[in-house]
């Protein structure tokens, strides 16, 4: 005779609140922040509006609560980095190619450029955006590459600065085109050659003969 299992309530919370914030990303991604009302985000998400408010008291902190998801599953998939793994061109590779194909997906870029249309008049979401996004990305490769500069495999003055220049180089050529709408999203015969260029000069700056 089979039990069934109950959800909790902060189970079953959680799966509302995770169900709002599809409803709304979703929302956000066809019509901009600027034209998504907090009524039309209830209807998206298939909840009542007083049920949308129990849970978000503004259309702002919902969109800080759809970056901050996005953000932490970007930290999670791409920038899980092992300090003990010290083969630095195969890590940075991997990092480098996640990296790309994470900035160029739809939801992706159509964050940024919300962001980017927003941040001046609400430069709180503009702060939690970067800090959320590019400073902890920068964060966590610098860490990496610390490690591999006490192992001896690196040499590197300011690992922050490194880690930003790698990965600005990763994108370079390919999300300014999908982020203004000039090109679609770069194939992955593209992302792997400008990955391996950016790889290449990393290493010729800052590898030493053990780390070749």
Same mark, same amino acid.
């Given at each position: 005779? +089979?039990?069934? %299992?109950?959800?909790?309530? !902060? %189970?079953?919370?959680?799966?509302?609140?995770?169900? @709002?914030?599809?409803?709304?990303?979703?929302?956000?991604? &066809?019509?901009?922040?600027?034209?998504?009302?907090?009524?039309?985000?209830?209807?998206?998400?298939?909840? +009542?509006?007083?049920?949308?408010? $129990?849970?978000?008291?503004?259309?702002?902190?919902?969109?800080? !609560? @759809? $970056?901050?998801?996005?953000?932490?599953?970007?930290?999670?998939?791409?920038?899980?980095?092992?300090?003990?793994?010290?083969? %630095?061109?195969? $890590?940075?590779?991997?990092?480098?190619? #996640?990296?790309?194909?994470?900035?160029? *997906?739809?939801?992706?870029? =159509?964050? @940024?450029?919300? $962001?980017?249309?927003? &941040?001046?008049?609400?430069?709180? @979401?503009?702060?939690?955006?970067?800090?959320?996004?590019? *400073?902890?990305?920068?964060?966590?490769?610098?860490?990496?590459?610390?490690? *591999?500069?006490?192992?001896?495999?690196? &040499?590197?003055?300011?690992?922050?600065?490194? #880690?930003? *220049?790698?990965?600005?180089?990763?994108? =370079?050529?390919?999300?300014?085109?999908?982020?203004?709408?000039?090109?679609?999203?770069? =194939?992955?015969?593209?992302?792997?050659?400008?990955?391996?260029?950016?790889?290449?000069?990393?290493? !010729?700056?800052? !590898?030493?003969?053990?780390? =070749?």
């Amino acid at each position: 005779m +089979s039990t069934k %299992v109950m959800e909790t309530p !902060a %189970v079953e919370e959680s799966a509302k609140r995770r169900q @709002i914030i599809e409803g709304a990303r979703a929302l956000f991604l &066809a019509q901009g922040f600027d034209a998504a009302s907090m009524g039309e985000i209830a209807r998206a998400s298939g909840v +009542s509006k007083g049920t949308l408010y $129990v849970y978000f008291d503004s259309k702002e902190h919902l969109f800080e !609560a @759809i $970056v901050e998801d996005e953000r932490r599953a970007q930290a999670e998939q791409v920038f899980s980095l092992n300090p003990e793994d010290h083969d %630095v061109r195969a $890590v940075l590779t991997r990092l480098g190619e #996640a990296y790309v194909r994470f900035l160029a *997906q739809p939801t992706a870029v =159509s964050a @940024i450029r919300t $962001v980017i249309a927003i &941040a001046e008049r609400m430069p709180e @979401i503009g702060r939690k955006f970067y800090e959320f996004g590019p *400073q902890c990305g920068i964060g966590r490769l610098a860490a990496y590459l610390e490690a *591999q500069v006490q192992a001896g495999v690196l &040499a590197v003055d300011d690992c922050e600065v490194a #880690a930003g *220049q790698f990965l600005d180089s990763c994108q =370079s050529t390919m999300l300014k085109p999908v982020l203004f709408n000039a090109g679609g999203a770069p =194939s992955d015969d593209r992302i792997r050659h400008v990955v391996g260029i950016a790889v290449r000069t990393f290493l !010729a700056a800052y !590898a030493t003969p053990q780390g =070749s």
